[in-house]
């Protein structure tokens, strides 16, 4: 029951009290680029699930066969070689997306949570919790990242996933999308709000 | 002229944490005192000035579609752009490594400043980052991809190095909500000076 309750943990405490975004405050970069419209951030939120959930697995597989000294390259190799294969895959199928997602799909390779997840877990654990924890952590990233982009997609255009919400009456009436939320800007003040009340919640998560 | 024009642009107007959001994680990370702060600044410049043309190169003579025609007639048909990220990385992540040996051999005094760092910086967004927009803009020239990252590597440490004075005064000085202390009102912080920083937008240089 104990080893149980254990591999949950591993699965759902990066969701919320482990979060890596909001808590860990690693992989930031892409989370606040990719946030201005919801679909790229689904897709984003995806990836990295999948590309953090399988390195931790091959790296797990293979923790006791590398040397310390070269296991930073080691890792970046296998992340690299994961996020070519998301490249190609959303280029052959998910091209607009890949078009909007620019650079941010190879720049998962230095997204932090991976280095992160693969130094401090894969390194010193069996592929299945290895696995799941890749899964955990991708997700509380996908998380954060949608709340984002559902909010400044929201504000900022009005609609949710290229459909309009925020019906005609209210423009009639004079409501205007505010632009400001579609600008880079906003989407650091939108989890800035997030860890705003995230944290108190979590009296035990406050600085000094 | 046009190069410097690039530099001055790659500065302020596409400012890899204001316009970008690259290199977040240490930006977040180490901007807790100004002069480690500065010490990253430097790093990321320097290796922003190395990685870029070597990145450069190797795009433009290996990897590009037809970029092989050089070796020989048979080869002007390969594209090896897929394995572009593999490349970079391992460029960079190399450089790394030998940059600090180096720097640890020929100047102990530089190396016990930036020593931490150096590790660090193979895994910084703004620096892959810097060699996936060289990519993706065609520049004309190695001295151009220079130029570009320069810039980028200046407009960071000018970014990182602001923002450790603010956090430096707003410890002592400021009352800020217990929740937003520390990781919260630092991104606040940042997207004002990102505000601030989008005010260059217009200009046409």
Redesign the interface.
């Known amino acids: 029951m104990a080893q149980n309750n254990r591999t949950l943990g591993v699965l759902f405490n990066p969701l919320s009290k482990d979060n890596p975004v909001i808590v860990q405050i690693l992989g930031i970069c892409s989370a606040l680029a990719v946030t201005a419209k919801l679909e790229p951030a689904i897709v984003m939120g995806i990836s990295v699930i999948a590309v953090v959930a399988f390195a931790n697995v091959i790296i797990s597989l293979i923790r006791n066969t590398i040397p310390t000294s070269i296991r930073i390259i080691v890792q970046l190799v296998v992340v690299a070689g994961l996020v070519v294969i998301v490249d190609q895959l959303l280029k052959a199928y998910a091209y607009d997306v890949s078009k909007q997602l620019s650079v941010f799909i190879g720049l998962i390779i230095t997204n932090c949570i991976l280095m992160g997840r693969l130094e401090a877990f894969a390194m010193s654990n069996k592929p299945w919790p290895a696995f799941l924890d890749g899964i955990g952590n991708g997700a509380g990233y996908a998380i954060i990242l949608i709340i984002v982009a559902f909010f400044r997609e929201l504000l900022g255009s009005g609609t949710l996933l290229g459909y309009q919400v925020i019906p005609d009456s209210f423009y009639e009436a004079g409501y205007v999308n505010n632009g400001l939320m579609i600008l880079p800007p906003m989407a650091l003040i939108t989890v800035a709000c997030i860890i705003w009340v995230h944290r108190s919640r979590n009296k035990d998560l406050q600085d000094e | 002229m046009e190069d410097f024009n690039l530099f001055i642009r790659s500065i302020f107007i596409d400012n890899m944490i204001?316009?970008?959001?690259?290199?977040?994680?240490s930006f977040?990370?180490v901007s807790k005192n100004v002069k480690t702060a500065l010490g990253l600044g430097v790093a990321v410049t320097f290796m922003l000035v190395i990685t870029l043309p070597i990145n450069y190169l190797l795009e433009t003579y290996v990897l590009k579609a037809g970029a092989l025609a050089w070796f020989g007639e048979e080869f002007s048909e390969v594209d090896l752009s897929?394995?572009s990220?593999?490349m970079f990385?391992?460029v960079i992540?190399?450089m790394t490594?030998l940059v600090e040996m180096a720097v640890e051999k020929y100047s102990p005094a530089l190396y016990s400043q930036l020593g931490i760092f150096l590790?660090l910086i193979?895994?910084?967004?703004a620096?892959?980052?810097g060699s996936?927009?060289m990519q993706?803009r065609d520049f004309g020239s190695v001295w151009t991809a220079t130029c570009a990252g320069a810039g980028w590597g200046l407009g960071w440490l000018l970014a990182i190095v602001a923002i450790a004075a603010i956090r430096e005064r707003l410890a002592s000085y400021s009352n800020i909500?217990?929740?937003?202390?520390?990781?919260?009102?630092t991104?606040?912080i940042?997207?004002?000076m990102?505000?601030a920083f989008?005010s260059f937008l217009g200009i046409k240089i």
């Open positions: 204001f316009a970008y959001f690259l290199g977040m994680c977040l990370a897929f394995l990220l593999i990385i391992a992540a190399s490594q590790p193979a895994v910084n967004c620096i892959l980052g996936l927009f993706q909500p217990k929740p937003l202390r520390g990781i919260g009102i991104f606040i940042t997207a004002l990102g505000i989008m």
